[in-house]
Nanobody, 128 residues
Framework: QVHLVESGGGSVQAGGSLRLSCAAS????????MAWFRQAPGKEREGVAT????????YYANSVKGRFTISQDNAKNTLYLQMNSLKPEDTAMYYC?????????????????????WGQGTQVTVSS
């Protein structure tokens, strides 16, 4: 069975950094699109960043552009999200998602469409 296991969340003061990881396993083929979503209490799930795994092309939400970096390892089985200059508004549960084909993977803000696999989430808390 496919599993996405996230790690790296925690508590940090504003201006600090965290690096999230998502280890994918249990699927025979490579995922075409992987993404990070987040959801704050009382808010809808928001697409943060995506990567098209075949080319490495990325997309970032305006709220995190210039501060967050999505990347993958050479084997394309682990996804990362480097988060710098964290702000209190970044506080949320962060989820890793993967799909074989996701329309508009890196050309527009990601939605849940095409993402068939999800991690359990890892909490990020940023204090002022």
């Amino acid at each position: 069975q496919v599993h996405l296991v996230e790690s790296g969340g925690g508590s940090v003061q504003a201006g600090g950094s965290l690096r999230l990881s998502c280890a994918a396993s249990g699927y025979r083929y490579s995922f075409g699109c992987m993404a990070w979503f987040r959801q704050a209490p009382g808010k809808e799930r928001e697409g943060v960043a995506t990567i098209y795994t075949y080319s490495g092309t990325t997309y970032y939400a305006n709220s995190v552009k210039g501060r967050f970096t999505i990347s993958q390892d050479n084997a394309k089985n682990t996804l990362y999200l480097q988060m710098n200059s964290l702000k209190p508004e970044d506080t949320a549960m962060y989820y890793c998602a993967a799909g074989l084909f996701v329309p508009g993977c890196t050309v527009r803000a990601p939605t849940e469409t095409g993402f068939g696999y999800w991690g359990q989430g890892t909490q990020v808390t940023v204090s002022s």
